[in-house]
T-cell receptor, first 114, second 114 residues
Framework: NAGVTQTPKFRVLKTGQSMTLLCAQD?????MYWYRQDPGMGLRLIHY???????AKGEVPDGYNVSRLKKQNFLLGLESAAPSQTSVYFC?????????????FGPGTRLTVL | GESVGLHLPTLSVQEGDNSIINCAYS??????FIWYKQESGKGPQFIID?????DKRQGQRVTVLLNKTVKHLSLQIAATQPGDSAVYFC?????????????FGTGTRLLVSP
């Protein structure tokens, strides 16, 4: 049971390039989330999903797109990267029917946009 | 609006001391609170949670206290160890967010000296 995994761990992009971050969870969780974490700030929600085939905007969605084609995977896409998107990205998942509302986080992807 | 904040950005303690990390929240509609620990280069890790119908909950060496009157949350760590050094975040879940949106504070760094 690997929990929540993220790939890649590190990435450097040039302004205008595109990329996709992959999040996978093996806990059969319904809910999945993408956050970004910037220095001196807490985690901010980008997009989330309440189930396979559904996505919705969070607090800071601009410049990102997501897809949840399979229950276990949640993809975060940057179509045209900007330096302002330099950050650490965390994926999380949560069981909709569990005894706890806790979100479980992956190890993060550190993205630098030059 | 919603906000979760911390009084102290950095807390330095000696090994064996008890640590207290504080958090203030502003949304009186929040009904669930979580403390996360984040070590350098890793994702947030669940420590302990508490629901609004409780004022105290204990775990292994950790205790969370909730004072709804003054909208204050604290995390107490007994016999602090060097391995406890990390950034600690409090997070709240407002009752009116159907997808269980977590609102994070900015974090407090705990430094434990041997």
């Amino acid at each position: 049971n690997a929990g929540v995994t993220q790939t890649p761990k590190f990435r450097v992009l040039k302004t205008g390039q595109s990329m996709t971050l992959l999040c996978a969870q093996d806990m059969n969780h319904e809910y999945m989330y993408w956050y970004r974490q910037d220095p001196g700030m807490g985690l901010r929600l980008i997009h989330y999903s309440v189930g396979e085939g559904t996505t919705a905007k969070g607090e800071v969605p601009d410049g990102y797109n997501v897809s949840r084609l399979k229950k276990q995977n949640f993809l975060l896409g940057l179509e045209s990267a900007a330096p302002s998107q330099t950050s650490v990205y965390f994926c999380a998942s949560r069981d909709s029917g569990g005894a706890t509302d806790t979100q479980y986080f992956g190890p993060g992807t550190r993205l630098t946009v030059l | 609006g919603e906000s979760v904040g911390l009084h102290l950005p950095t807390l330095s303690v000696q090994e064996g001391d008890n640590s207290i990390i504080n958090c203030a929240y502003s949304n009186s509609a929040s009904d669930y609170f979580i403390w996360y620990k984040q070590e350098s280069g890793k994702g947030p890790q669940f420590i302990i949670d508490i629901r609004s119908n409780m004022d105290k909950r204990q775990g292994q060496r950790v205790t969370v206290l909730l004072n709804k009157t003054v909208k204050h949350l604290s995390l107490q760590i007994a016999a602090t160890q060097p391995g406890d050094s990390a950034v600690y975040f409090c997070a709240e879940i407002p009752m009116n967010t159907g997808f269980q949106k977590l609102v994070f504070g900015t974090g407090t760094r705990l430094l434990v000296s041997p």
